[in-house]
């Protein structure tokens, strides 16, 4: 009781502050105080170099080169194990003894819910919007080698987490990079034990940028559009927004109100299904322009006329958003898959394909889809609007339904990612009471400065922070390759020889 | 062989006349006991990341909690009475886990109280009683 008492107290002398300044322009005061940082960040991981034209980052080479790699080296896992993954999250194999337990039916919703969200909304509309139709193809390629990303590293994730006395269990890249390398040699537990403080660093980061200021920024833009755009009263209102936000999200992470956050994560998946029913029927109702759609990416995806940098512009912008919305290769995943009840951590690799499957493959196509049908497409637009306009096309109602979706996925990706970041946070400052609220204090500063920023100054920091931790989480999976592969192996001859039991579900 | 009562039970009262009248069976045909509480719960159902994190350790507390206060009172009054008992909790929904605890102990009776319930969220939810009059492979009996 105390705890919460002390962390909205700090919360509101924090902004107190805030409305002394100016009447106006207190969004503008806030933007440039964030953006010099937030241009040096970014500039820094997104350190480029120019292949036919177009700078292409360094960062993303190395997220496509290692889901390539992995693809190769467990002879394409994304195919082979698709449908036992499946039989898993039905629930085949469930062990009835653990009734009670997380299934991994369980595990594949929860990290869902972080992942899907504003990136399968906004950041396909960026995508197609800055690289043409022809970007889904690459999108839907890259969400197809990131399956086996998301693969590697929940396996690690579920081999290496920390089951506590009390009966919590922490995992994640942190777990695995320490105690992964750590199992190869003395030389390779100091270099495991740096990777892990680089990854958490990072994921604080990505935390404040990706998990929080991009989806209080995205979500902030849907309701100025819905209720009447640039002559919204709420249009220069972004603070007041944030401040809103940062209270419902501080009430949930401070103050302990876990019936907000258990409500939401009952909504978002119907939330979600929702959206996909709105998309397909979009897409049912203009059946006749889908084979110009398929046309226009596939010729898109090769000749890009137009398109700043050509072939590899739209390549690039395509892996970009992919990379961002399904987050394969970051290391996120990893965290909220590990706490899925089993003994084989192979097992909820497989689950883990499902994510980039449903997330990228799925959900990330339709959006692109209905944008491309509608003729929606129109690059003075960004973000969230322009979907928000294709699916108006169809159902001049609809921007209300999707910024309801919006909120809410907005919200609970940022409860998960608040989840992930006081992970990485403990795990570089400790457990107790003063560090957790100040880092949970700094998470609500960042939600109203997220939704003050201009659009792209937000995305830059956002991408820039979540794709840093690609760097150590992705350097240490490549040493722990063959522990999965051995994992992997030993499980597959029991699949395959039968020797697994299949749980009797009359 | 002899026979196996099964009593399923909701909360520690409501399944009261139910234990009278299972008693009043084991006494009459020499039968073996089981007291089962089912803790609902979905392996479908929807979470987030720090309630999976902590989920374990909820569990062993559910289980106790059931155990300490539903079950086990029970257990121990009726070997008190001199007869031969067992207590079981379980996660899961509720009529197809006491369907399958009743398959897997060689349960001959189900015994559950009836609990009242409207029409309308009988109509709506379903009853555990109706279920397993349905689907049950032993007798089922419902104690008014």
Same mark, same amino acid.
């Given at each position: 009781m105390s705890k919460s008492r002390v962390g909205i107290t700090s919360l509101l002398s924090l902004f107190a502050s805030?409305?002394?300044?100016? +009447?106006?322009g207190i969004d503008e005061k806030i933007n440039l105080f964030i953006k010099p940082y937030s241009d040096a960040v970014a500039g820094a991981v997104f350190s480029s170099f120019p292949v036919a034209g177009v700078d292409i980052p360094f960062v993303l080479v190395w997220l496509i080169v290692a889901a390539t790699i992995f693809t190769l080296y467990f002879r394409f896992i994304n195919i082979r194990a698709f449908k036992h993954g499946f039989e898993l999250v039905r629930g085949d194999y469930h062990d009835p003894q653990a009734a009670g337990e997380v299934t991994h039916f369980q595990a594949l919703a929860t990290a869902l819910s972080g992942t899907v969200g504003l990136g399968n909304i906004a950041g396909v509309a960026v995508a197609v919007s800055l690289g043409g139709p022809g970007a889904t193809f690459w999108m839907i390629l890259a969400g197809f080698l990131g399956m086996s990303s998301k693969f590697t590293e929940c396996t690690l994730g579920v081999k290496y987490r920390d089951e506590h006395a009390d009966g919590t269990v922490s995992g994640g890249p942190m777990y695995y990079l320490t105690k992964g390398l750590a199992e190869r040699g003395k030389g390779f537990a100091r270099f495991g034990k740096l990777l892990a403080v680089l990854f958490a660093i990072f994921c604080i980061g990505g935390s404040f940028g990706g998990g929080n200021m991009f989806q209080a920024n995205q979500s902030f833009a849907q309701l100025v559009n819905v209720t009447g755009g640039e002559a919204s009263w709420m249009a220069d209102k972004g603070w007041l927004y944030g401040l809103v936000i940062a209270v419902l999200v501080g009430l949930v992470i401070i103050g302990g109100i876990k019936g907000i956050a258990r409500v939401t994560s009952k909504i978002v998946p119907f939330m979600a299904i929702t959206y996909v029913l709105a998309g397909l029927a979009i897409i049912l109702m203009n059946y006749d322009a889908v084979p110009t759609a398929f046309a226009a990416i596939f010729t898109g995806a090769f000749t890009a006329h137009g398109i700043t940098g050509g072939v590899i512009g739209v390549l690039f912008q395509g892996f970009k958003r992919a990379a961002f919305s399904n987050e394969a290769g970051v290391g996120s995943a990893a965290i909220a898959h590990s706490a899925v009840q089993t003994n084989r951590p192979v097992t909820e690799g497989f689950v883990a394909l499902y994510e980039p499957f449903i997330d990228t493959v799925v959900v990330c196509t339709i959006t692109a889809l209905v944008i491309i049908i509608t003729g *929606?497409? +129109?690059? *003075?637009v960004d973000g969230v609007q322009l979907t928000s306009n294709a699916f108006a096309t169809a159902f001049t109602w609809f921007p209300w339904v999707l910024t309801v979706a919006v909120l809410l996925f907005a919200f609970s990706t940022m409860i998960s990612w608040s989840y992930y970041g006081l992970k990485a946070w403990t795990f570089l400052f400790g457990e107790n009471k003063v560090t957790d609220s100040t880092y949970k204090i700094l998470f609500l500063f960042f939600v109203v400065a997220g939704s003050s920023m201009q659009l792209g100054a937000v995305i830059d920091f956002s991408d820039a922070m979540i794709f840093a931790m690609a760097f150590p989480n992705l350097l240490g999976c490549y040493f722990l390759l063959p522990v999965v592969k051995k994992e992997l192996n030993a499980y597959w001859d029991d699949y395959k020889s039968g020797r697994l039991v299949k749980t009797d579900n009359r | 062989m002899s026979p196996v009562l099964m009593v399923g039970i909701d909360c520690s009262e409501c399944g009261d006349r139910a234990v009278e009248y299972a008693i009043k069976q084991a006494r009459l045909t020499n039968a073996r006991l089981i007291i089962a509480h089912i803790i609902e719960w979905s392996q479908f159902s929807f979470s987030t990341v720090e309630e999976n994190a902590q989920r374990h350790r909820r569990r062993e507390e559910e289980l106790q909690r059931a155990h300490g206060e539903i079950v086990d009172p029970i257990v121990a009054r009726l070997k008190a009475d001199g007869l031969e008992v067992q207590g079981l909790v379980r996660h899961g929904h509720v009529a197809d886990t006491l369907e399958k605890l009743a398959r897997e102990n060689g349960v001959t009776n189900i015994i559950l109280g009836r609990n009242g319930k409207s029409m309308f969220k009988k109509h709506v939810f379903g009853s555990v009683g109706a279920h397993l009059v349905q689907s049950a492979d032993c007798a089922v009996t419902v104690v008014p």
């Open positions: 805030f409305p002394v300044l100016a +009447d106006t *929606s497409l +129109d690059p *003075s | -």
